[in-house]
């Protein structure tokens, strides 16, 4: 696997989405990831498990576009 020495080399803007109250990767490893990755951004979707994007789509997609705009 990618080690977090490699990761925090990465500077391509990144935009990562967490489910809330995912239980198969918990939320504690996307913070690690926000905290590695030096142009990214964590969006927490509330009320959210491991699909955020099926269970909350509206609240993804604008997130998304929010990052794009």
Do not use: C, M, Q, Y
Not at 8 to 18: D, H, S, V, Y
Request: hydrophobic share 40%; charged share 35%.
């Amino acid at each position: 696997g990618i080690r977090e020495e490699e990761i925090r080399e990465i500077k391509t803007p990144a935009l990562i989405i967490w489910g809330e109250d995912d239980e198969a990767v918990p939320l504690a490893i996307g913070r690690r990831l926000d905290g590695n990755l030096p142009e990214s951004r964590l969006f927490v979707v509330p009320e959210s498990a491991h699909l955020p994007f099926e269970e909350k789509p509206e609240v993804v997609s604008r997130e998304i576009l929010k990052f794009l705009d």
